[in-house]
């Protein structure tokens, strides 16, 4: 029987972390085990990807060791203040190898904002945290680091009619392209019914591209999403949400799903469950 949504996810996930961690140094492994049971496997995966930059700094910059395997824990406590500092500014712009279209090696400019640069160093805190409460540091200089502060960013929300003149857009395809007015006559009911869905419930596009077939509650008018940390909980939709739902799961019983796929409610034209990039 497939995997639900989330579990699949998860298993993705954990897999890709173990990939990851074959470019940090060894230590770091018993700081993943560490929080293990207290961490989302899309966070930890954000932790490595900051960790293999943070070391990077520390081989490239400040010349601690001659190859990013060599690392131990004790080399953390040689760094002071000021190399934290150092590494919050290099944060701010700096250049990473990447392989080009022909596999030659490019050197990409990253410009970081202070939003990207309050996760970074959020994750050394987390880090440097761990590792000092299991003795493996004698001293947690990150504590001492004072986060960028973030500018509050006013949300943005549409108003009825704009709620109502974006599903029309989306039900008649006006404007489209000739090539995207074929793609829109193929998934019209399909995206006219996740758009209601979202914007009806609030729910998350993760959420959306989650939702099972079985997930549906016609009787109640409700559809079962998992939260952050596998919580289950019902949201409840209008009875125009449900119109739209309904006129899609009539035209999916056509389809037939991929291997694996059996369950999604919302299938991509590869009839395979939806991403959240593809929604994007």
Do not use: W
């Amino acid at each position: 029987m497939p995997l639900q949504y989330h579990l699949e996810l998860d298993k993705q996930n954990t897999l890709k972390l173990r990939q990851l961690q074959k470019d940090l140094p060894s230590f770091c492994a018993s700081f993943f085990r560490g929080i293990d049971q207290v961490t989302s496997s899309r966070t930890k995966i954000a932790y490595a990807y900051d960790l293999k930059v943070f070391f990077q700094f520390l081989l490239e910059e400040k010349k601690l060791r001659s190859d990013i395997y060599d690392f131990e824990a004790r080399d953390l406590d040689r760094l002071s203040l000021v190399d934290l500092e150092e590494y919050m500014e290099f944060l701010k712009y700096r250049t990473k190898k990447k392989t080009g279209k022909e596999g030659q090696i490019e050197e990409v400019e990253v410009l970081n904002h202070n939003k990207s640069i309050k996760r970074k160093i959020s994750s050394l805190k987390s880090f440097f945290g761990y590792l000092y409460k299991t003795e493996q540091i004698k001293e947690n200089k990150t504590a001492l680091l004072s986060l960028p502060k973030l500018s509050q960013e006013e949300i943005v929300r549409m108003d009825q009619g704009e709620v109502a003149q974006f599903l029309d857009q989306v039900e008649s395809g006006e404007d489209l392209s000739k090539k995207e007015k074929l793609y829109h006559e193929k998934n019209q009911v399909r995206d006219l019914a996740m758009m209601q869905l979202m914007l009806g419930t609030g729910i998350r596009v993760s959420e959306c591209v989650g939702l099972n077939c079985s997930d549906v509650d016609f009787q109640n008018n409700a559809i079962r999403i998992h939260r952050k940390g596998g919580k289950e909980v019902s949201i409840y939709f209008s009875d125009e949400v449900e119109q739209g739902l309904r006129a899609y799961m009539e035209e999916r019983k056509a389809k037939i799903p991929a291997s694996g796929h059996e369950n999604a409610l919302f299938l991509s034209l590869q009839n395979k469950r939806m991403s959240v990039r593809t929604v994007e």
